[in-house]
């Protein structure tokens, strides 16, 4: 039987919050591991927009949206409950990624990368981007994840983000007074599902790609 093809990039955080929902559900798709600047044909024809991550599904359907393609294999099995908020407070869960990828995903490319923008202070950006992980920091305080006391598809989404924000100045963020913030992305880092969805894989060139997930944790 075929399996559905993923075109993934092992450091780009929308792709791995596609490979944490599909490595939770225990759904098998073949990885194909790209290069962003060598993106392959096939990856570009079914999704011109040319971002990973892209499923192709068995029937030919295209999902290119790292949310949707979290969303499809979750719809595929949840043994982990990862859906949960959305069922207990949509809107919460909502906001808080739709933040996630609107405000705070702008301040840290202007943080991170702000070399590639014209007339931006990192510093600004840095500070505004703070700003909603201290809110963040609050609401994990409780009850040490997100959403409640477990790790949900809400923490996976935003996790990948928070971890690229540390990466500019580990140490300034690691002295944060966000104790708990901090002690989640660590224990997110140093989590059994993140050394799995971060293992490194080949450049696909062609031909058969990964099985993955390899197994489930």
């Known amino acids: 039987m075929p399996v559905p093809v993923l075109y993934s990039f092992r450091r780009c955080p929308y792709a791995m919050r596609a490979r944490l929902a599909i490595q939770s559900s225990g759904t098998q798709v073949e990885l194909r591991e790209i290069h962003l600047k060598h993106k392959p044909e096939h990856m570009l024809e079914a999704s011109p927009k040319g971002t990973v991550p892209v499923l192709i599904l068995p029937d030919g359907r295209v999902i290119d949206e790292s949310l949707d393609v979290a969303r499809w294999a979750l719809a595929q099995a949840d043994p982990q409950g990862w859906l949960v908020p959305f069922e207990a407070d949509r809107e919460t869960a909502d906001f808080l990624i739709a933040r996630n990828d609107g405000p705070f ?12 923008y014209k007339d931006v202070d990192a510093s600004e950006h840095r500070a505004e981007g703070l700003k909603i992980l201290e809110d963040l920091n609050a609401r994990l305080a409780g009850t040490g994840y997100l959403m409640g006391a477990h790790f949900t598809f809400v923490d ?54 990964e099985p993955f997930p390899v197994s489930a944790v």
Do not use: C
């Not at 995903?105 to 590639?116: M, Q």
């Not at 928070?162 to 989640?184: E, M, S, T």
């Open 105 to 116: 995903k702008h301040h840290l490319d202007r943080y991170k990368y702000a070399s590639r």
């Open 156 to 209: 996976a989404a935003i996790a990948p983000f928070v971890r690229q924000f540390r990466i500019p100045d580990k140490d300034w963020f690691d002295n944060l007074p966000l104790p708990a913030l901090i002690k989640w992305v660590h224990d997110f880092m140093e989590s059994d599902r993140f050394a799995s969805v971060m293992k490194k894989y080949p450049r696909w060139e062609g031909g058969e790609g």
